[in-house]
Structure formats: C-alpha cells, structure tokens
T-cell receptor, first 115, second 113 residues
Framework: GAVVSQHPSRVICKSGTSVKIECRSLDFQATTMFWYRQFPKQSLMLMATSNEGSKATYEQGVEKDKFLINHASLTLSTLTVTSAHPEDSSFYIC???????????FGPGTRLTVL | AQSVTQLGSHVSVSEGALVLLRCNYSSSVPPYLFWYVQYPNQGLQLLLKYTTGATLVKGINGFEAEFKKSETSFHLTKPSAHMSDAAEYFCAVSDNQGGKLIFGQGTELSVKP
C-alpha cells in the first residue's frame, strides 16, 4: 500500500505566528502533491497543487502568500501557514499523487487551531 | 467542470438496516468516482472506486456502489449497518484516475443500536 505521514498531527498556535506542516510519502515518490483543507462539518476543498521543483498552483480564493507550499523532493512537501489567524483554523490534509495508481492517497491530516 | 452533490448531510439507520447514501455528479468527461470514509480527526480511507468497466463496484467493509450514467448517480449501499460504520462519508469525482478530486459535501452516518 501507500503510506503517507503528516507532522504534526495537531498544533495550537497564537494568532500571528507561522506554522509549518510536513507531508511525507514513505514508500513511494510523488511528483505531484495536492493540499486540501476541511473546515468543521464541511467537505474537503482543494487549496493547491504542487509539482516537485516548481511553484504551486493555487485554487481561486486561496492566498499564495499566506499558504506557502514547498515541494522540494519527491517524498516531502511542506505547507506553511504564515501569520495565522483564527479563521485559518482547519484540518489540513495532503494527498501525494502516486503515478499509475487509480486512486488517491491521503495523509492523516493536521488539525490547526489558531487562538 | 465537475461537481458532486450528496443528498442528505445526515443519515441515521438502525443496526442491521440497509444503508443508502446518495451521490449525484456532474461531469463533462467520463468520470472517475470514489467513495471515502472519514472517522473523527482522521484522514480519508477509500471505500471503493469506479473507473471503467463493471458499473457495480464492491468495496471494503461490505459496501458497494452502482454507477448509473443515465441518472448521473453513484449511490453507496450496504445491506446491513454495523455500529462501526458510523462516520462521515464523502463522494468524489475526478476526470482521471490520479488527479485532484472534487468532493461532495459529505454525509454523516449514524447507526443506532
């Protein structure tokens, strides 16, 4: 199977601080990474798509300067929420794209709470 | 463009009863359809998927779904609900097998003893 890890699983921070979330594909390489967020009692919404070694493509309404995505290697992608505010509190889930597989794999998610 | 609509944000059934979670999609290209389950504070687990071929798809934990192109539906069923089935269920569509997913709003399934 495909093993995807996210770290941290849960983080609480003060408003104005930056938080980095790591996503690792442990047993496969991913040239493409999808980042989703899920607000309470809502569905998953795609935030951005990144390809290894290039800039991420952000969905409409997602601030690229606020949500910095780095996909420096085929097994690691990071999402940094800069100057976090309470409205950024959400569940962030990564999804590395495994080539030639007909399903999408997801990380376990990171619960961000901004006070 | 693609979209997914899940009818009913909350479904409650008795243990042993039939589970039916509804999903309708819109797609301008042949869709790939998925059902995922999410337990509290966890990621998503794939239940089943339709890509091509047989329209009745069997998944894990006794779930199955039928792709009906004429009705643009992909409803999820399970003959007999178990307490452990209580979770959030998401229907999703993609225009290829490994690309980004468009999710429905989700349906919370409750199972009463």
């Amino acid at each position: 199977g495909a093993v995807v890890s996210q770290h941290p699983s849960r983080v609480i921070c003060k408003s104005g601080t930056s938080v980095k979330i790591e996503c690792r594909s442990l047993d496969f390489q991913a040239t493409t990474m999808f980042w989703y967020r899920q607000f309470p009692k809502q569905s998953l919404m795609l935030m951005a798509t990144s390809n290894e070694g290039s800039k991420a493509t952000y969905e409409q309404g997602v601030e690229k300067d606020k949500f910095l995505i780095n996909h420096a290697s085929l097994t690691l992608s990071t999402l940094t929420v800069t100057s976090a505010h309470p409205e950024d509190s959400s569940f962030y889930i990564c999804s590395p794209d495994r080539a030639h597989y007909n399903e999408q794999f997801f990380g376990p998610g990171t619960r961000l709470t901004v006070l | 463009a693609q979209s997914v609509t899940q009818l009913g944000s909350h479904v409650s059934v008795s243990e042993g009863a039939l589970v039916l979670l509804r999903c309708n999609y819109s797609s301008s290209v042949p869709p790939y359809l998925f059902w995922y389950v999410q337990y509290p504070n966890q990621g998503l687990q794939l239940l089943l998927k339709y890509t091509t071929g047989a329209t009745l798809v069997k998944g894990i934990n006794g779930f199955e779904a039928e792709f009906k192109k004429s009705e643009t539906s992909f409803h999820l069923t399970k003959p007999s609900a178990h307490m452990s089935d209580a979770a959030e269920y998401f229907c999703a569509v993609s225009d290829n097998q490994g690309g980004k997913l468009i999710f429905g709003q989700g349906t919370e399934l409750s199972v009463k003893p």
